[in-house]
């Protein structure tokens, strides 16, 4: 007996109906069919989000693994010589679910370790001296820097695995990258209103208190530009000063205010800040400034 196939939705119809008329004009390219699926949105036949997602599956064919990738240095890892007691600040502090871990350097990754299969160590209510990490190492998967991302997604899918190490030409670990680093490229950000990357201007005025900023700004244009006075002397951007203001990385979506300013971080990768909306908040702000 064939398994019954669920149904399509009138609404899920619809949505698809208006999607194959935007489509009916055969793009010549990747370009025309964004600009096309851009105007449909424009006319309401996509809403942004559908966009977004589609954009985004766009850009994942297109990139390889070293332009998401976390790089070697800012990899959180486990040591295989360290006592259950050392390990555990680290993946507390972190937040994170899965650990390289490494023998004599970065370059010596012997598996994975799941922060969850340390529970069974805590449950069985073994002392530390009989903690052994080579049972509860998970293999390590390798792959290239030049590895496309929609062919790593596929093959996360079908192994269940969420993360890899990256290697470069010569064996090294370059860095790591996971299934979560691939998604948030689908589901980021659209380059719309805030999309001033190549049209020469650093800074980009929406409303009388609403702009998009470039990261790279140097500060002394941002001074300029907006009539401060912020010092130039530790860091030449303004991405550099909110990244020592937020005290990490920060990623999209997250929102700071300094002085005047409320700064949201539009587009951002693992080692920087990209894009920045900026709104002048009348009643003033962080009076300790940056």
Known sequence: MKEDRP???????????????????????????IELLRGAQ???????????????????SEMQVRDIMIPRSQM????????????LPVIIDSAHSRFPVVGDSRDDVEGILLAKDLLRFYAAEQSEEEFDIQDYLRPAVFIPESKRLNVLLNEFRNSHNHMAIVVDEYGGVSGLV???????????????????????????????????????TPIDEFNEYFGTDYSDEEFDTIGGLLMNRFGHVPKRGEEITVDHFGF????????????????LQPNGGDESGI
């Open 264 to 279: 949201k971080v539009l587009r951002a990768d693992n080692r920087r800040i990209h894009l920045l909306q900026l709104s």
């Open 7 to 33: 149904s399509t939705s009138p609404s899920q119809a619809r949505w698809l109906d208006r999607l194959s008329q935007v489509l009916l004009g055969e793009p010549r390219d990747r370009e025309q069919l």
């Open 178 to 216: 996971t299934i979560e680093d691939v998604l948030e490229q689908i589901v980021g950000e659209i380059d719309d209103e805030h999309d001033i990357v190549d049209d020469g201007h650093d800074i980009l005025r929406h409303t009388d208190n609403r702009y998009t900023v470039k990261a790279l």
């Open 76 to 87: 959180v890892v486990v040591e295989q010589d360290a006592r259950v007691a050392e390990m």
């Open 42 to 60: 424009q006319r309401e036949l996509l809403d942004i989000d559908a966009l977004a997602m589609i954009e985004g599956v766009l850009q994942v």
